[in-house]
């Protein structure tokens, strides 16, 4: 006798992250942060709202694993330091230049300084595993990794909220030569 496979109630919905993060930035992009709830990405995800909920616990869950999947891992490349730091601050300014992305990233920041829980998901799951792959690549201590950190991404964010554009490209070299004389 052949064992039956067991079914699931329901349709598979293996998709269902890569349609929500991308309903999620598309809608950022659109509404902006604010404008982008829980009810407004599930209907542009085309799923109910129960089903975000079953995922992510709030907005700033799902905003930072969307973030954790939009940005992926930081590529440290380059045959010296110099190279390894440049290709990292020019990574960080493509990302946070995509559409939705950079608005998504200062948003859910903004609401983790009243929001302690969220702080912790920041913090553990999108910000350890980068300053783990920049002190391991730099050779640097901590304290001057989240001081990378802290002013690569504050100045693009800044920029992108104070222009409503990403950085020129002049101004990340320069942002660029700034870092590498600091970290000598």
């Given at each position: 006798m052949q064992a039956s496979t067991p079914t699931t109630a329901g349709r598979p919905r293996s998709d269902v992250n890569v349609t929500v993060f991308a309903a999620t930035l598309r809608t950022i992009h659109e509404l902006g942060y604010t404008g982008a709830t829980m009810d407004r990405i599930a209907a542009a995800a085309g799923v109910a709202k129960t089903t975000l909920y079953r995922r992510w616990?709030?907005?700033?869950?799902?905003?930072?694993?969307?973030?954790?999947?939009?940005?992926?891992?930081?590529?440290?490349?380059?045959?010296?330091?110099?190279?390894?730091?440049?290709?990292?601050?020019?990574?960080?300014?493509?990302?946070?230049?995509?559409?939705?992305?950079?608005?998504?990233?200062?948003?859910?920041?903004?609401?983790?300084?009243?929001?302690?829980?969220?702080?912790?998901?920041?913090?553990?799951?999108?910000?350890?595993?980068?300053?783990?792959?920049?002190?391991d690549a730099l050779g640097e201590p901590d304290d001057r990794v989240l001081l990378?950190?802290?002013?690569?991404?504050?100045?693009?964010?800044?920029?992108?909220?104070?222009?409503?554009?990403?950085?020129?490209?002049?101004?990340?070299a320069t942002l660029t030569d700034m870092i590498l004389n600091a970290l000598r």
């Open positions: 616990p709030s907005k700033g869950a799902l905003i930072t694993d969307c973030l954790l999947d939009a940005f992926g891992p930081v590529p440290l490349s380059g045959s010296n330091r110099n190279d390894v730091i440049s290709s990292a601050i020019r990574w960080i300014a493509d990302k946070i230049s995509e559409p939705g992305a950079g608005a998504a990233f200062a948003g859910v920041f903004s609401d983790a300084i009243n929001d302690p829980a969220l702080r912790g998901i920041l913090a553990t799951r999108f910000q350890e595993p980068y300053r783990l792959a920049l002190r990378l950190i802290d002013v690569v991404t504050g100045t693009l964010l800044h920029r992108m909220g104070m222009t409503g554009e990403p950085m020129a490209e002049a101004d990340i």
